[in-house]
């Protein structure tokens, strides 16, 4: 029983420590490599501004998580055959669990915002929603060769 509970903690610490690797849609966070490159900047005005959620995607853990808990959760209930069949399903139930939590914990609120440049050109852009943007405002896009954001 030791060992089964070390498992499930490395697997615990390694889901959540995976929850904090993830990067960031933020107009206002630059990776490394976007420090010290010239951006190309145009000016225009906020047309229209739509709630999204941004998917950082999945990576398995949190189910994976959920069906080992739940698996060992289950299997030390009930004896013998009761206790594998009870196993089972705390791992199934774990699983779908783990999935959901997982699900939640990589999403985040985003912004589409579309934007009427100054040369008559509309573009949009989804970022996170860490700032205001309402229709009317005027605004900068920032770009690269990768990234365009839009800041005041």
């Known amino acids: 029983m030791k060992k089964c509970s070390l498992i499930a903690l490395a697997i ?8 904090c690797v993830s990067t960031s849609n933020s107009g206002s ?9 010239e951006m190309t900047v145009r000016l225009g005005v906020v047309d229209s501004v739509r709630e999204v959620s941004i998917e950082k995607g999945h990576n ?12 060992l959760a289950g299997s030390s209930l009930g004896g013998g055959r ?4 009870t196993g089972i399903v ?3 139930v774990g699983g779908i669990v783990g999935s959901n939590v997982e699900a939640n914990a990589t999403q985040r609120r985003g912004l589409e915002i579309t934007v009427r440049l100054d040369s ?5 852009i989804t970022q996170e ?6 229709p009317g405002d005027r605004v900068r896009l920032l770009s690269d060769r990768r990234t365009t954001r839009v800041t005041h």
């Open 90 to 92: 705390g791992a199934l």
């Open 12 to 19: 615990v610490s390694t889901w959540t420590l995976s929850a």
């Open 60 to 71: 398995g853990v949190g189910t994976l998580t959920g069906a080992a808990l739940g698996g």
């Open 29 to 37: 966070v630059y990776r490394p490599y976007q420090t010290q490159n």
């Open 129 to 134: 929603a860490d700032e205001a943007f309402r």
């Open 82 to 85: 009761g206790s594998t069949a």
């Open 120 to 124: 008559g050109e509309l573009k949009a």
